[in-house]
């Protein structure tokens, strides 16, 4: 049984994604050679370095330098076996190796293979997956530009040493050789290779993201390993010495291309012009619109990383607000009273870069005001954009808001036993979800994304199931047990799962869903729900839908609750109700 529903306005929420509205434009001259035909015709809407990550401009890059890398590494390989090898210094190669023989002691025949294995393919793979690892799993923003750079570079600096090797036939030198000979040529030398790659790639990382004083030290000790590693080779009698330079050549040929195409301040890839906002700018100053809007941007630092700010940095210009100041959220102040400040000042337009738990705040201190929010999708569930159909890029998100159209939006007012009132924008809830967000750290979510709450949640089904009343509309009370219940103004979640199928944002009313399946069919009929659309739900059924302007909730026992995907502790009670049209969100204009 549904319990009597108040009207509910369906006018079609679905819209189309409107393009970024901005010139294609790459470089002053480009500018000037398309200004006569801008006049007499639009810029047509495109990509631009604002909305592009520019992966595949990068690994053209990198393939094409690769391969004059690869050339002029074979080249001088061919040289030396070739017309240089009658010449100095090759002709003192052998004097040199010879003398390091000689040389020799105990000691330093243990001291050069330990040296000569931090080179060898098992260490250097190895410790490349680690220190990629760690620097996925560490930060709370995971370093994935960083991992891919370093990754990278040893796999470039091995698919040039495997080629160098087939092209190249040198043979090693006459001496008395410590390890058995691999199969390769003696040019270039692989182990000072790998080791330039990986340890110098590792300094290059510790002097561009440390900031601690021991990074000089620590990047100079790292730097020295590949150099160590050149010479136990050498003592070893493996290489020639311009083998060993060919090595490190190579290894510092494959960090330089690779870091060019992925490092932040040094990419080929996302690095727009010197004068892209000027450039921007200008094609804003064409373009045919009302008058700019005092904005304000509200940043969660720990979700919206410095690549991400410059590209809206640059879509905010396209679209006429070049000097919009961004302004960072703290775990004090996880938005409203930013928010707050910037309509004191006079702020226009917000533009909210976060997650769902970002947008509450904010949403929380805009209710009612009438301000207009932009929604920049930055976190790992992002419910509201996906419920608006907004897209999920943080650059298409805000130039779709930026040339979209004010919507009145409905949100949720909720309140409880040990929290006061606040409005949510998607959805509350207590039990399972609840205990599910609890059990789900910061750090698996940056790495997992939205499935690690699926992981999470698995940990809940243990729990025994709450019993509850429901008093609906200042109804008769509903006593019911549950797994959990969700208070929604929106529908869908991640991975096309509709745990409310009904709800909508724009409708007037809330849905609560009551989730209560029982043995394993009941669990089948509850995931049936979530896929299907609601179908199979009910009374005495896995899931029970209600819709209501005022609900209020009591447990039995205290149950973890949360809203908005953000904990708030356990307790005994909620209460909420609908504010229709309170919030106003900048959306693509409605098909006509």
């Known amino acids: 049984m549904r319990t009597s529903r108040p009207p509910r306005t369906r006018g079609p929420l679905r819209t189309t994604e409107a393009e970024a509205a901005e010139a294609d434009a790459t470089g002053p001259a480009q500018t000037a050679q398309t200004a006569g035909s801008a006049q007499s015709a639009p810029p047509r809407p495109g990509r631009s370095p604002a909305l592009s990550s520019g992966a595949a401009r990068a690994a053209a890059r990198v393939g094409a330098f690769a391969v004059c890398q690869a050339a002029l590494m074979v080249g001088a390989g061919l040289l030396l076996t070739g017309p240089a090898r009658g010449l100095w210094p090759v002709t003192a190669e052998v004097a040199a190796v010879e003398a390091l023989e000689d040389a020799r002691t105990g000691t330093l025949d243990a001291l050069s293979a330990v040296v000569s294995a931090l080179g060898d393919t098992t260490t250097v793979v190895g410790l490349t997956f680690l220190v990629c690892l760690a620097l996925v799993l560490a930060p709370r923003l995971p370093r994935w530009r960083e991992a891919v750079f370093l990754a990278t570079a040893v796999s470039l600096q091995a698919a040039v040493f495997v080629l160098i090797t087939a092209c190249v036939d040198r043979t090693r030198p006459d001496v008395e050789r410590l390890d058995a000979s691999p199969p390769t040529s003696s040019y270039t030398s692989g182990h000072t290779g790998a080791a330039t790659a990986l340890y110098a790639g590792l300094a290059v990382l510790v002097l561009s993201r440390v900031r601690a004083p021991w990074r000089k030290p620590v990047a100079a000790l790292l730097l020295l390993v590949p150099l160590l590693v050149g010479l136990a080779r050498l003592y070893r009698g493996m290489h020639h010495p311009t083998d060993v330079a060919g090595g490190l050549a190579n290894g510092a040929l494959s960090l330089f291309v690779v870091g060019r195409a992925v490092l932040d301040g040094h990419t080929w890839a996302a690095r727009p012009p010197a004068d892209a906002v000027d450039i921007a700018v200008d094609a804003a100053a ?16 720990t979700v919206t990383d410095t690549a991400t700010r410059e590209r809206l940095r640059l879509v905010l210009a396209q679209h006429g607000y070049r000097d919009a100041p961004f302004v960072e959220t703290t775990a004090q102040d996880p938005g409203g009273g930013r928010t707050a400040e910037a309509l004191r000042a006079g702020a226009e337009l917000v533009v909210v870069c976060g997650g769902d738990g970002t947008v509450r705040a904010v949403a929380d ?4 005001t009438g301000v207009p929010l932009v929604l920049v999708p930055c976190g790992t569930g992002n419910l509201l954009v996906r419920n608006l159909d907004l897209p999920l890029s943080p650059a298409e998100a805000l130039a779709a808001g930026l040339t979209g159209e004010p919507r009145a939006l409905d949100l949720g007012r909720i309140e409880g036993d040990g929290f006061p009132a606040v409005h949510f924008t998607a959805m509350a809830g207590a039990g399972l979800d609840a205990a599910m967000l609890e059990a789900t750290s910061d750090r698996a979510k940056s790495v997992l994304g939205w499935p690690a709450y699926v992981l999470a949640g698995a940990k809940g089904l243990r729990a025994p199931r709450m019993r509850l009343t429901v008093r609906l509309d200042g109804g008769p009370e509903l006593h019911r047990t549950a797994r959990m219940v969700l208070v929604a103004n929106v529908g869908a979640v991640q991975a096309g799962a ?5 709800a909508r944002p724009d409708d007037g009313v809330l849905d609560l869903a009551v989730f209560d399946p029982r043995g394993a069919g009941g669990w089948l009929r509850a995931a049936g729900v979530l896929l299907g659309g609601g179908r199979g739900a009910g009374e005495g059924r896995a899931v029970e839908f209600h819709t ?11 149950q973890p609750r949360e809203v908005d995907g953000d904990p708030v502790g356990p307790g005994l009670s909620l209460a909420a109700e609908v504010r229709p049209g309170a919030l106003t969100v900048m959306l693509p204009a409605r098909e006509r």
């Open 548 to 558: 209501f302007r005022r609900a209020e909730l009591s447990f039995t026992r205290p």
């Open 286 to 301: 064409r373009r045919p619109a009302p008058a700019r809007k005092h904005a304000t941007v509200i940043v969660n630092p």
């Open 498 to 502: 509709a745990p409310v199928p009904a």
């Open 365 to 368: 201190a805009l209710a009612g």
